[in-house]
């Protein structure tokens, strides 16, 4: 129900972004600070998060992040362009608590052996929320505007808190006293407690030399994901001369694609070694930008290769994260580690490829700079895997 909420608000403008300025007067600039903006307040934002959680609790937190994804959706939808650029910034905030909070609950409540089937669940809804919210925002702005076509979808924020207040008092019924936003450490009644990184010098290190190379492979997997969603519709029109509506249907394969990388990680990391399903994601990623490098003409089979590994390199990393973690606050302080880096990337890289797009009049050095994303991810991703499973030293 959270991740639901959690990637929609971002996408519904990019169906709609002709519509928007034309009412609004906002420029090309202010059109794409509505998907940029919340991005960059993902990796600034993050040590705020941190401490809201750490304040609140986990519970609270989530809470805070739907009403403020169903207070920015609200004002995003009401008022002239300064209030639709003040929507975004209260949708951006929101989301950057559910971003950290999510792998600090995944790590309470889920039992180690299935931390990797949370997380691919959660990707999946991400992916799945903002596919239909990309659907529908379209059909609905020609029927009754842009305005009313951004305002519904603040009702998956409603039914999220609904079911939230719902979960969080059926618990406090079953344990009475118990408060739910303490700073637990431990896991409910009768789950298996994941492996703790002990509490040791050693363990300590490996924990932080993990989170290093966890920020490179987010980095890299974010940097390749923004620019490939930012800039492949483009790409195929002027190098394959697909129209507007065939660009972004192709486009829109690496959208759908993920579900199946999402879910497909934790399918095969029970049934193979630990560094597999991160390998296989890593072949699938590097296959995008080589495909369209080598054989353009491949074009469908590259979108849907590259879906798959970014579906599937997300749950891979933050697998990884709440696997390691020992307690509500490491999880939460590695999550907001990688993320602050990782989005960091995902600001920078896409007006970066636009850049060398125009520097070299071709697409080839952008997707050069995929593939160096793609390589980071593949590289530091692997490393990262094999620390985490190494036993910690004294």
């Not at 949708?91 to 790590?107: A, D, E, F, K, Q």
């Not at 609904?162 to 019924?173: C, K, N, S, T």
């Not at 490829?353 to 980071?376: E, F, Q, R, S």
């Amino acid at each position: 129900m959270l991740a639901l909420n959690l990637r929609s608000p971002i996408i519904a403008p990019t169906a709609i972004l002709g519509q928007i300025q034309a009412e609004t007067g906002l420029n090309a600039t202010g059109a794409g600070l509505l998907t940029g903006l919340p991005i960059l307040l993902f990796a600034l934002a993050t040590p705020l998060a941190t401490r809201t959680i750490g304040r609140l609790g986990p519970e609270s937190t989530v809470f805070a992040c739907l009403a403020g994804v169903l207070a920015g959706t609200v004002l995003r939808s009401t008022g002239p362009a300064w209030m639709v650029l003040a929507g975004t910034v209260v949708i951006g905030l929101s989301l950057t608590l559910g971003n950290i909070v999510v792998p600090v609950i995944i790590r309470r409540e889920v039992t180690w052996d299935r931390v990797s089937l949370a997380t691919g669940l959660y990707s999946a809804a991400m992916n799945l929320g903002a596919m239909v919210t990309l659907l529908g925002t379209g059909p609905l702005a020609t029927a009754v505007g842009w305005r009313w076509a951004l305002a519904p979808w603040g009702v998956l924020a409603v039914l999220g808190m609904g079911y939230w207040l719902g979960l969080v008092r059926r618990r406090l019924r079953k344990t009475p006293g118990h408060e739910p936003d303490a700073a637990e450490t431990g896991t409910e009644s009768g789950q298996k407690a994941p492996p703790a990184p002990g509490s040791g010098d050693g363990s300590a290190r490996r924990f932080r030399r993990v989170m290093w190379l966890l920020v490179i492979a987010f980095s890299g997997q974010s940097a390749g994901y923004f620019t490939t969603t930012t800039w492949l519709p483009t790409i195929l029109t002027e190098t394959h001369g697909l129209d507007t509506a065939g660009s972004g249907a192709t486009a829109s394969l690496f959208q759908v694609a993920a579900i199946v990388g999402a879910l497909g990680v934790p399918l095969l990391a029970t049934r193979s070694r630990p560094w597999v399903p991160l390998a296989v994601v890593a072949a699938l990623w590097l296959s995008l930008p080589l495909g369209l490098l080598l054989a353009p003409d491949a074009y469908v089979l590259w979108s849907l290769t590259g879906g798959v590994a970014q579906g599937g390199g997300f749950t891979a990393i933050f697998s990884i994260i709440a696997r390691m973690a020992s307690n509500d606050s490491e999880a939460a302080s590695g999550s907001a580690f990688v993320q602050t880096g990782g989005y960091l990337a995902a600001t920078i890289a896409p007006p970066f490829a636009g850049w060398l797009h125009t520097a070299t009049d071709g697409w080839t050095a952008p997707l050069l700079l995929v593939l160096a994303a793609t390589l980071a991810f593949t590289t530091a991703g692997l490393l990262a895997t094999r620390a985490s499973v190494q036993r910690p030293s004294a």
